[in-house]
């Protein structure tokens, strides 16, 4: 992919030697933290006294980010066991958590879609309605819509990366007829990353952060959410995201509306060749993990009177055997199914759908960034420093209501995400709020999704989330307007979450 940066000064080789520079002060800040926290006389027992420096350590190193954001969760999860605040077997149990391997299939399933370039017929099938190509609100709401939806099942990252070439392309398209074009090209390049983060939210495996959540939420607090229930919490909300995005992208380009029906200026490249047996298959496999996701939904809203009161006799065991094996089918075995079914299906030349190869790209570094968040968690509560915390965070006002712990979490998350990734933001602050809610004895569940959910809305600097980044490179979006776009709808972001939260809290058993 092409990037196309303006002018920024400096070569390679000095930025090199600046980044060098801010990891070395950035690891010896962890460090010096680190020890500072370990030999001060503080009134807590060993074991949290302990934890509280390698929390300190990891902290800066994830702010800093003077080590790689896995290699600093692995580190911790050392730390733990060398100073012996967890035994080693409870350490690195999370490295066996069955969310590790939803993690898995479902990266797995987006690789091959990636690899095969599904993503981009998708979006191009999508951005060529006939309807779309018309005016420059209905493209921004095109790319829009594509973004959004195809997050929800592929990385953030992916989906902005596979958008923007054909963004500027779209934007080299209309620039002349545009009276104009830096307002529309700044839209259409933020309207690409923002929906995309947005989008990210609408499905469990959409963005890390939301498998954390619902990792931590089984782990600590006995909470189970499925995959169709957490959609039809986090869609609305999504929903709602992005038609404030795109009022916001309206009063942008609102004084291109006079233009009507110039037709599409997307050259398509796969919209009209017929389908590859590997994009086939790779419908095949994902389409098989989202049926058995949504069937196990469903089935955890069949009620034991329906079955007795509606199947006869003889098929009332087989009915009632179905529902309760849905019930029960853990997320990952679909996603795992899925990904199976690409190695055993062939492709073009004999050749498996995804090979192994292809498989090695996966975000793995997420995969153990998520373990050793996990391993952090379990330390915190295991320690009690989750108790101590929370008596803490208890004492801010309404903080020991429901409501009220919602909107502190999902507030600190959307803001705190803009400096820290939001895998890292969701491992810190989910901890917190979930002993928080233990604590003030409210149900977890309202102010875990809100946390999580927070964590994914960075939209106001190109270093929050690579999406902005991914834009920001194209030398359309100058940084006080994403500032700008940002601070609007980080303002925004609590209240449409806590507000829908709320809403539809009672209807789907939250």
């Known amino acids: 992919m092409q990037v196309h940066k303006g002018d920024k000064g400096q070569g390679t080789g000095d930025n090199g030697k600046g980044l060098q520079r801010l990891q070395l002060v950035g690891l010896t800040i962890a460090f010096a933290s680190f020890f500072l926290l370990l030999l001060l006389p503080i009134n807590l ?5 302990r934890l509280l420096a390698v929390l300190g350590l990891t902290f800066t190193c994830w702010v800093t980010e003077a080590l ?34 939803l993690f898995l299939g479902a990266f797995l399933l987006a690789e091959s879609v990636r690899t ?52 500027w392309q779209t934007f080299q398209g209309l620039r002349f007829r545009l009276t104009r074009p ?28 939301n498998l954390i959540g619902l990792g931590f939420l089984a782990e600590q607090g006995n909470v189970h959410i499925g995959f169709l229930q957490w959609m039809l919490a986090a869609m609305p909300i999504g ?6 995005l795109l009022i916001i992208a309206w009063l942008r380009v609102r004084k291109e509306l006079g233009v009507r029906d110039w037709g599409s200026v997307l050259t398509t490249q796969r919209l009209g060749t017929p389908l590859t047996k590997g994009e086939r298959n790779t419908l095949i496999a994902f389409g098989t993990a989202i049926s058995l996701w949504l069937l196990s939904g469903l089935a955890s809203l069949i009620p034991e009177k329906y079955l007795h ?24 075995v679909p996603a795992l199914l899925g990904a199976v079914m690409l190695f055993v299906l062939p492709a073009e030349e004999g050749k498996p759908t995804l090979s192994w190869k292809d498989a090695q790209r996966i975000d793995w570094g997420t995969i153990l960034l998520f373990a050793g968040g996990l391993a952090l968690g379990d330390a915190i509560f295991q320690t009690g420093l989750a108790k101590r915390i929370s008596e803490l ?63 994914s809305f960075a939209f106001m600097l190109p270093i929050a989330t690579p999406p902005n980044a991914v834009v920001y490179a194209s030398g359309l979006v100058p940084i006080r307007q994403m500032m700008l776009w940002g601070f609007v709808l980080d303002i925004l972001s609590p209240i449409v979450i806590v507000a829908t939260l709320f809403s539809l809290a009672t209807i789907l058993g939250l």
């Open 393 to 455: 965070v208890t004492k801010l006002p309404f903080a020991d209501t429901q409501l009220g712990l919602t909107i502190w979490g999902t507030s600190i998350a959307v803001w705190f995400t803009e400096l820290v990734s939001n895998t890292a933001a969701a491992n810190i602050l989910v901890p917190i709020v979930l002993a928080t809610a233990k604590e003030a004895q409210i149900s977890p569940t309202l102010p875990v999704l809100g946390t999580v959910i927070g964590c």
């Open 182 to 209: 830096e307002s529309f090209g700044l839209a259409l390049m933020l309207v690409c990353a923002y929906a995309s983060s947005i989008g990210g939210i609408i499905t469990p495996i959409g963005t890390p952060p």
């Open 45 to 49: 027992p060993t074991s949290q006294h």
């Open 239 to 244: 929903a709602l995201m992005l038609v404030c």
């Open 68 to 101: 790689p954001l896995p290699v600093t969760a692995l580190l911790a999860m050392l730390l733990c066991v060398v100073l012996g605040i967890l035994p080693a077997k409870q350490a690195f149990a999370p490295l066996g958590n069955p969310v590790i391997f």
């Open 309 to 332: 009161a509606h199947t006869p006799t003889l098929l009332h065991s087989f009915a009632s055997q179905a529902v309760t094996f849905f019930k029960e089918l853990p997320e990952a």
């Open 116 to 167: 095969h370039e599904l993503d981009r017929r998708i979006v191009e099938w999508l951005l060529s309605r006939e309807r779309i190509a018309r005016t420059p609100l209905r493209i921004l709401a095109g790319f829009a819509v594509a973004a959004w939806s195809v997050s929800g099942w592929m990385s953030n990252t992916a989906t902005t990366a596979t958008l923007y070439p054909l963004a």
